[in-house]
């Protein structure tokens, strides 16, 4: 059976999806993947004569196309597991949740569970998630509906559909925002540079910063449309001195999805070597095996998308004081524009009091 990794590429109007989808194909089938597009649907009615304005009701032509669009991917799912590839990336042209900002609230919701689903469920049935921002936001001037007869937004209607999209997937473990920074070429290169980096491909890494704020306001935070909140809890497993091994819970308490993730320890630095979902009954058999010298990690996770940065903030249960908010960047000098919300205390992106396994080894609340 080959390892299968599936992805969404997402994105606002006139983002650049569809010279994204030819690039991923050329790119990551010359790295030896078999490459699998599961097409978005919305193009495929309205070209096709099924258009929301002309059906019942918006939710209805929602619940249509998104039974398409799961009933599409699960059979694909099914399909690829059959092949005789080593490695396989199914990437999706838009995931389930883009539906959601087309709908009320309670649209979505009763959608869903005409199905047996739930949000949680549908966003972490994906591996990663890479959004493209529309060049409604920082290229106006090449924003048009030409290109595409199913796009009929106006340039503002674009942006604020752009940032409704971020929404919905926030929350998600691996959320990448590509934005409009560089030119067109530019914006491929680094949206095929983050894919690699998820897979492994990719010799570089990404820089993952990490701050000590003081006690947020949890009410706010819960409060504000770009922050979801994730409950995680994580046990580190026996491993030898080169290797950092975890699983991971994360979810709410409807619904959970689990982690398993290896480190390779060079000195001070880990280098990420596998990280994949796994089952709860894989979970739970590993959960046998964890380091009973390490306590397990409990924390409230807060994700928050600000000007397209995308940030965690771990809140501890025994801490009052304090919290942690941490994001991944390109490089060390790539500005960080943190949300008013946060006040930053100071940077301990490099101090080993505040890694997660050293808080693991001790009391709660010592790292004061």
């Known amino acids: 059976m080959p390892a299968v990794t599936k992805i969404v590429i997402t994105g606002g109007p006139c983002a650049g999806k569809t010279t994204a989808l030819a690039s991923i194909q050329t790119a990551f089938s010359r790295l030896g993947y078999k490459v699998v597009t599961v097409p978005e649907p919305a193009t495929e009615f309205i070209s096709n004569g099924v258009t929301p304005w002309e059906c019942s009701s918006a939710e209805e032509y929602q619940w249509c196309q ?19 590839e080593e490695k396989v990336l199914i990437v999706c042209d838009r995931g389930m949740l883009d539906n959601r900002c087309y709908m ?13 689903c739930n949000e949680i469920e549908l966003r972490d049935g994906y591996d990663a998630v890479f959004h493209l921002v529309s060049v409604a936001k920082g290229a106006e001037e090449y924003y048009g509906t030409e290109s595409n007869g199913a796009r009929y937004e106006s340039l503002e209607e674009a942006a604020a559909l752009d940032d409704k999209f971020i929404d919905s997937w926030t929350g998600h473990q691996h959320l990448r925002v590509i934005d ?6 530019g914006k491929m290169k680094r949206l095929i540079e983050e894919i690699s980096y998820f897979l492994g491909e990719s010799a570089a890494y990404e820089v993952e910063r990490k701050f000590l704020i003081e006690y947020p306001d949890i009410e706010m935070l819960e409060s504000l449309s770009n922050c979801e909140r994730v ?5 580190y497993l026996r491993s030898d001195d080169s290797h950092e091994l975890r699983i991971r819970k994360r979810g709410t308490r409807e619904w959970n999805t ?32 964890a380091d009973p010298a390490l306590r397990p990690i409990e924390k409230t996770r807060y994700c928050l998308t600000y000007e397209g940065q995308y940030f965690e903030i771990d809140v501890y249960p025994c801490w009052d004081d304090q919290a942690i908010i941490q994001i991944e960047m390109p490089d060390e000098e790539t500005p960080i524009n943190f949300p008013p919300q946060v006040k930053v205390i100071r940077e301990v992106t490099h101090d080993p009091d505040y890694r997660n396994l050293a808080i693991a080894s001790r009391p709660w609340g010592s790292v004061h």
Do not use: C, P, W
């Not at 409009?180 to 070429?185: A, H, Q």
């Not at 390779?264 to 058999?285: F, K, P, Q, V």
């Open 66 to 84: 998104m039974r398409v669009q799961l009933t599409r991917e699960r059979a694909f799912e099914r399909a690829v597991k059959g092949m005789d």
């Open 258 to 289: 689990f982690y398993l993730t290896e480190k390779e320890i060079d000195g001070a630095r880990r280098h990420l070597s596998r990280r994949e979902r796994i089952e709860l009954r894989e979970y739970e058999t590993l959960l046998t095996q």
């Open 104 to 116: 009320t609230e309670e649209e979505f919701q009763r959608v869903i569970a005409d199905f047996g």
């Open 231 to 235: 409950e995680i809890t994580q046990h």
């Open 180 to 185: 409009n920074s560089t030119d067109f070429e």
